[in-house]
């Protein structure tokens, strides 16, 4: 079942789940803390934060950390993903193709952290040419 910006309750759900996994972080280098929590088909959520490397590239997005858990739980179609963070960026383009992969109407809820003010998305807006040409 698909989530809409009006699943007020569901959404504030994530929002806090979000914000909480934003203070586990661990970005040293950056101190940009990012938390994100996934809603699964079922209602079960997964949560995840970013996690710095001081190899730049080994970064870990809060975003692919809470997919890998859901995905590591086998829940491969989801709802709607919350992602907290200093000005409430949107996800980068990496995390977009890697979310696309399970579903391009996903809904995307990005929050500021300090204001709690939210942005509502839908994945497919936001990445509307991903890469699905995968040769059989």
Same mark, same amino acid.
């Given at each position: 079942?698909?989530?809409?910006?009006?699943?007020? &309750?569901?959404?504030?759900?994530?929002?806090?789940?979000? =914000?909480?996994?934003?203070?586990?972080?661990?970005?040293?280098?950056?101190?940009?803390?990012?938390?994100? &929590?996934?809603? &699964?088909?079922?209602?079960?959520?997964? $949560?995840?934060?970013? $996690?710095?490397?001081?190899?730049?590239? =080994?970064?870990?997005?809060?975003?692919?950390?809470?997919?890998?858990?859901?995905?590591?739980?086998? #829940?491969?179609?989801?709802?709607?993903?919350? $992602?907290?963070? #200093?000005?409430?960026?949107?996800?980068?383009?990496?995390?977009?193709?890697?979310?696309?992969?399970?579903?391009?109407?996903? =809904?995307?809820?990005?929050?500021?952290?300090?204001?709690?003010?939210? #942005? $509502?998305?839908?994945?497919?807006? =936001?990445?509307?040419? &991903?890469?699905?040409?995968?040769?059989?």
């Amino acid at each position: 079942m698909q989530l809409t910006p009006d699943d007020s &309750a569901t959404i504030d759900s994530l929002v806090r789940a979000s =914000l909480g996994a934003r203070l586990r972080a661990h970005a040293p280098y950056s101190n940009f803390q990012v938390g994100a &929590a996934l809603l &699964a088909d079922d209602g079960e959520m997964f $949560i995840g934060c970013n $996690i710095e490397n001081a190899s730049f590239s =080994l970064t870990l997005c809060a975003e692919r950390v809470a997919a890998a858990a859901a995905v590591t739980a086998q #829940k491969r179609h989801w709802r709607a993903i919350a $992602i907290a963070s #200093k000005g409430g960026v949107s996800p980068c383009g990496a995390c977009r193709q890697f979310l696309s992969e399970f579903g391009h109407e996903l =809904l995307v809820v990005c929050v500021d952290a300090q204001s709690e003010q939210r #942005k $509502i998305f839908q994945l497919s807006d =936001l990445l509307p040419h &991903a890469f699905d040409h995968i040769p059989q």
